[in-house]
């Protein structure tokens, strides 16, 4: 185990997220950034998780600890947290479905960002679709990682990234965006219909659809005006 106690080290940026970030980086910003309380409660959460893997009755210690790792890791460091523990203890769908039911808007995040580690098809997408269909910002960017960039079909993956333009989650998160788009020709098709809905309501175009069209290869984007980098207006 990497060992690290350099006091209050950053999360993972936001070029790299929990959900992105290899699992032997987030145990080594976790034990970097945690203070020795902090440090000693995951590993006996982690130690649990691992004794006691999958679901034991009504609720399994593991998840009481997925409840807690917000006010024992803080939030900077909370998913991480949980990410580490939903994968020693190798929760499978059936956990992570009833994770995602029953938890926080927190705990669902950290099971989205768990996928890819744990369910290796296409089995949690409900989970991924579920999220898309929500208005939460952070649950929507974690349901467009790298689970959603291997399984979302074509059609589904371009609705998610037009939901992250309407919503103003930045593309930036959007796992494997530029392989996904490039040559997108009716992802290109939506991202001009919008712009051109936005522009004759006169509202701002978000600078993020330009980013994404000249990914799809559709060519030079043409004059548009932003507020701000993702279109919010004030």
Sequence with gaps: MIRSHTPGSPAPGP???????????????LDAGLDASARAWLDQALDEAAAQPGIHGPISVWELRLAEAGRRCGAAHADAARILILLAAR?????????????????????????PHLVPGPEALPLVEDALRTNDTRLLAAAVGPYAARHLDAHQWRHAVLKCLFTGVPVAGVA???????????????LGDYAAEREAAGRAVPEDLYRVLALTG????????????HGKES
């Design 91 to 115: 929760a499978d769908l059936e956990a992570l479905s009833r994770v995602y039911a029953q938890g926080t808007a927190d705990e669902r995040r950290a099971v989205l960002h768990a996928l």
């Design 218 to 229: 559709a060519g030079t984007p043409p004059p548009h005006r932003t507020d701000d980098p």
């Design 15 to 29: 070029d790299e997220t929990p959900g992105t970030a290899p699992v032997a980086e987030l145990r080594h910003v």
């Design 176 to 190: 494997d965006l530029a392989r996904r788009a490039h040559q997108d020709t009716e992802l290109a098709r939506m």
